[in-house]
């Protein structure tokens, strides 16, 4: 039997298993958030009579704002495009959710705001991964540059 080193499995910093956790956080939090999205699409109309109104916003804009950032941001980081960006964004949504939305700060109505910045925060140090678009883009650019030479 061949004994395969370790250290073959290492790519840019991250062990493969490290990759796939990042790949399955991706998915599971962009799926979890879409999921929200779709909802407020779906029930906008409802919705919107007593959505929030965060920095004089009224509960239209700050729905649609809300709802496009939550859709667009969690297509973008399942599949890995644009990923610490689309962290960064959805990240300073559940901020506003958390800390803005309410008069007073209540832990039990932040929490699962909170909980989602804390996955955002990861992704952003993270990135995408080895199995995501920006990192397949990354290749292709690179691979081009090495062929123009």
Known sequence: MVEVKRDRFLRNG???EVNIAILFLRFFV???MLTHAVDKIENFGVIAEGFPTPFGLNSWVALS?????????SVF???GLFTRIAAIILG???VTAAFFTFTEFFMKQSE???MY????ITLFITGGGNFSLDKFIKRFFKNKKRTNR
């Open 30 to 32: 962009g799926f979890m």
């Open 112 to 114: 699962l705001a909170l």
């Open 14 to 16: 991250f062990k493969v």
């Open 117 to 120: 910045l804390g996955i955002y």
């Open 65 to 73: 704002l809300i709802t496009f950032v939550e859709f667009v941001g």
């Open 77 to 79: 980081i399942i599949a």
């Open 92 to 94: 300073l949504g559940m």
